[in-house]
């Protein structure tokens, strides 16, 4: 048997997570508050545009 | 962790996202949050009722499956037909569609999980799941990188219902599949068993509820898998180890702007984190046992948990992003998904016995 300790993994795993959020918006280009998405995609007259598994694209 | 501190962190997170990021993706934080509690709350998991159907003829897992199905579809079906800014989860019908699903059904068995099923496990802070989520990433990211190589097998352009036939006959249409699946279901269990299970009722009751607000405010159906591809590609690209611009995938304009926002931006990334959030916040009561795996155990699940990541890029999504959004925005690569899927939990559970877990 491998005996994993559940507490320390997940540690590990929450730590890793939020170094690669933080890293991610060190190095990811700046948000530009004023280009906000509408609140509410349905009745807005934008069409969404972000990505999703099922597109091929 | 206690719950009061975890609400404290979580909340500070939303505030964060609703300052430095965009009201949206704070609103769609709590979503995903709500989809963690619900997955994990009621423990929908999608695998452990395919499971519990062929090997005990139990039908309750499944049946909670068909009313989150037939839920989901009348509210977005409506929806879809009434409000154009909204998109379905439209996946070609293709060669790599039956292979991805296949392998997708094998795997998740064996890695006792499928996308939601490793997020809320990973969230719940069981071991071996949340050792497979950075897997599923990178396998996510490079089944993305060889989907365009995949498609030339054979494809056929998506097709979705509502486009073909309008919202109130795609949902007809919906339902009639819905109805048929579950007297299929009916044939194989048999008379004389349990149906419905209060548990498995809630649960999809919430995340139908929890998976039209995802369409209503994000403008697309709930997805997981994109935002794990996405993870993996950003570390890789960084690295210096991949040009995505030498790639069908990546160098499109949309994926190839995602590689350069943060991840904070994108949709489904962050109802996963939600997703894992909610979860967690569940697990500060829930008690969840685990059994010690073995090192053989150990690989073979993270095996697993890297071919269902880049199976289900193959699949154009897993049992949320192709079954679930699929199914109830009208897209037939998700009634394709699941017969595939489940010839390959047939499989998959056989295996599963084999390595004993």
């Given at each position: 048997?491998?005996?994993v300790?559940?507490?320390?993994?997940?540690?590990?795993?929450?730590?890793?997570?939020?170094?690669?959020?933080?890293?991610?918006?060190?190095?990811?280009?700046p948000?530009?508050?004023?280009?906000?998405p509408?609140?509410i995609?349905?009745?807005?007259?934008?069409?969404?545009?972000g990505g999703?598994?099922?597109?091929?694209? | 962790?206690?719950?009061?501190?975890?609400?404290?962190?979580?909340?500070?997170?939303?505030?964060y996202?609703?300052?430095?990021?965009s009201?949206?993706?704070?609103?769609?934080?709590?979503?995903?949050?709500?989809?963690?509690a619900?997955?994990?709350g009621?423990?929908?998991?999608?695998?452990?009722g395919?499971r519990?159907?062929?090997?005990?003829?139990?039908?309750?897992?499944?049946?909670?499956?068909?009313?989150?199905?037939?839920?989901?579809?009348?509210?977005?079906?409506?929806?879809?037909?009434?409000?154009?800014?909204?998109t379905?989860?439209?996946?070609?019908?293709?060669?790599?569609?039956l292979?991805?699903?296949?392998?997708?059904?094998?795997?998740?068995?064996?890695?006792?999980?499928?996308?939601?099923?490793?997020?809320?496990?990973?969230?719940?802070?069981?071991?071996?799941?949340?050792?497979?989520?950075?897997?599923?990433?990178?396998?996510?990211f490079?089944?993305?990188?060889?989907?365009?190589?995949?498609?030339?097998?054979?494809?056929?352009?998506?097709?979705?219902?509502?486009?073909?036939?309008?919202?109130?006959?795609?949902?007809?249409?919906?339902?009639?599949?819905?109805?048929?699946a579950?007297?299929?279901?009916r044939?194989w269990?048999?008379?004389?068993?349990t149906?419905?299970?209060?548990?498995?009722?809630?649960?999809?009751?919430?995340?139908?509820?929890?998976?039209?607000?995802?369409l209503?405010?994000?403008?697309q159906?709930?997805?997981?898998?994109?935002?794990?591809?996405?993870?993996?590609?950003?570390?890789?690209?960084?690295?210096?180890?991949?040009?995505?611009?030498a790639?069908?995938?990546?160098?499109?304009?949309g994926?190839?702007?995602?590689?350069?926002?943060?991840?904070?931006?994108d949709?489904?990334?962050?109802?996963?984190?939600?997703?894992?959030?909610?979860?967690?916040?569940i697990s500060?009561?829930?008690?969840?046992?685990?059994?010690?795996?073995?090192?053989?155990?150990?690989?073979?699940?993270?095996?697993?948990?890297?071919?269902?990541?880049?199976?289900?890029?193959?699949?154009?999504?897993c049992?949320?992003?192709?079954?679930?959004?699929?199914?109830?925005?009208?897209?037939?690569?998700?009634?394709?998904?699941?017969?595939?899927?489940?010839?390959?939990?047939?499989?998959?559970?056989?295996?599963?016995?084999?390595?004993?877990f």
């Open positions: 048997m491998t005996k300790s559940k507490p320390k993994l997940s540690v590990a795993f929450w730590t890793v997570l939020l170094l690669f959020l933080v890293w991610d918006t060190v190095v990811s280009a948000i530009d508050l004023r280009n906000e509408p609140l995609a349905a009745g807005s007259g934008k069409a969404s545009v999703h598994c099922a597109i091929a694209k | 962790m206690k719950r009061l501190p975890l609400s404290v962190a979580l909340l500070v997170f939303f505030v996202l609703a300052l430095s990021v009201i949206r993706q704070a609103i769609l934080f709590l979503v995903g949050i709500g989809m963690g619900a997955l994990a009621a423990r929908f998991g999608f695998t452990t395919w519990q159907l062929i090997e005990q003829r139990d039908p309750r897992g499944v049946a909670g499956q068909l009313v989150l199905l037939a839920l989901a579809s009348m509210l977005c079906l409506t929806l879809l037909a009434q409000f154009s800014e909204l379905a989860a439209l996946g070609p019908p293709s060669i790599s569609l292979i991805g699903a296949f392998v997708f059904g094998l795997t998740m068995q064996i890695a006792d999980g499928c996308g939601s099923g490793t997020l809320y496990k990973a969230g719940l802070g069981i071991p071996l799941n949340m050792g497979i989520l950075p897997l599923f990433a990178l396998g996510s490079l089944g993305s990188v060889h989907v365009a190589d995949w498609l030339k097998l054979g494809q056929l352009e998506p097709i979705g219902l509502v486009t073909l036939f309008g919202g109130a006959k795609a949902l007809l249409i919906t339902l009639a599949g819905l109805l048929v579950g007297l299929l279901v044939a269990v048999g008379p004389g068993r149906w419905w299970d209060r548990k498995w009722l809630v649960g999809a009751v919430a995340l139908a509820v929890l998976a039209t607000l995802n209503v405010i994000a403008g159906p709930w997805g997981v898998v994109y935002g794990f591809g996405l993870w993996a590609a950003k570390v890789v690209n960084a690295a210096g180890l991949f040009d995505p611009t790639n069908a995938f990546w160098s499109q304009a994926n190839a702007q995602r590689l350069t926002e943060s991840v904070l931006l949709i489904t990334s962050i109802t996963n984190v939600g997703i894992l959030g909610g979860a967690l916040w500060a009561k829930a008690t969840t046992s685990t059994q010690s795996l073995t090192t053989q155990q150990w690989i073979v699940g993270l095996a697993a948990g890297f071919l269902m990541g880049y199976s289900s890029r193959l699949a154009f999504g049992n949320i992003g192709a079954m679930l959004s699929g199914i109830s925005t009208g897209s037939v690569h998700g009634w394709i998904w699941v017969p595939l899927a489940l010839m390959g939990t047939a499989i998959g559970l056989k295996v599963r016995r084999h390595y004993q």
